[in-house]
């Protein structure tokens, strides 16, 4: 059956910058996903990187813009309801791909995620977007994903590298840090949710978001939607991921009409 996304759904997610979506995706989905996942680890690509310390017990790896290659990430991200998804919570009659980025944290992995926000990394603006984080493994309160509810309303904020906290992105001072969290929680509603293999969180990019370590294995797949209101913004520095050529391709403020974009809803199926 299809996933029923709510009024509510739909007001939660502009309100608050991020909602649950209970059995996204089917068993069989799920069991798809967990084998492309685990084929993503066992052949990295060159954009692979290890976000965690050598000292850590665990290991957190991340990989990105694979879903030309891997057959189960196509799957979901062309013939899951996703797009359908997507489309009604951004309010937006057409989506495309941005990317894929898969997030894995072995068991013991003690690096947490640091609070931030994505798009200050990439190389789009515009507020019709969207990100799915699908868990294949269980993933409790205390390992989840956190966010800021209605922090995508406010101010874009200095993008860090997660261990080094480097700005190699926009230039140090152009943007503020983000506020510190951890020691004014009473300040936030801070949103999270215990996930079963099947749920998904949607997720605004500027939506101020951190998670954990993980005590168990949680092996995740995101997506990266946009919508009707996103355009090209290339930067002076390396993006991530970087689209390497694409500046020259799609001029500044034009829709991000490209193959390694495809629109994916409406959906060819439909």
Known sequence: MPVSISETDIENYAKDGAVLIKNLFTPDEVSDLREGIDANISHPSSRAKVASIES?????????CN???????????????????AAKL????????????????????KQ??????????????????????????PVPLEWTLEFIAGSHQENWYLPRTFLKKEAKWFPEGSLSDPPNIEENLEKYRVLRWGLEPGD??????????????????????SVRLIGDDIRHAPRDWETSPEF??????????VPMDHELFPVIWPASRA
């Open 56 to 64: 850590d017990p665990g290991w957190f790896f991340e990989d990105f």
């Open 67 to 85: 879903w030309q290659e891997n057959l189960a990430f196509q799957r979901i991200i062309f013939e899951s309801d996703i797009s359908e998804v």
């Open 90 to 109: 951004m309010c937006s009659e057409q989506v495309r791909l941005f990317h894929d980025h898969m997030l894995v944290k072995k068991t013991g992995t």
């Open 112 to 137: 947490r995620t640091p609070w931030h926000q994505d798009q200050p990394y990439y190389n789009i603006e515009g507020m019709q977007n969207i990100s799915f984080w699908i868990p294949v493994d």
């Open 200 to 221: 998904a969180v949607a997720f605004h990019m500027l939506t101020l978001h951190a998670a954990a370590g993980s005590d168990a294995l949680r092996r995740v797949f």
């Open 244 to 253: 390497q050529g694409l500046s020259d391709q799609l001029p500044a403020g």
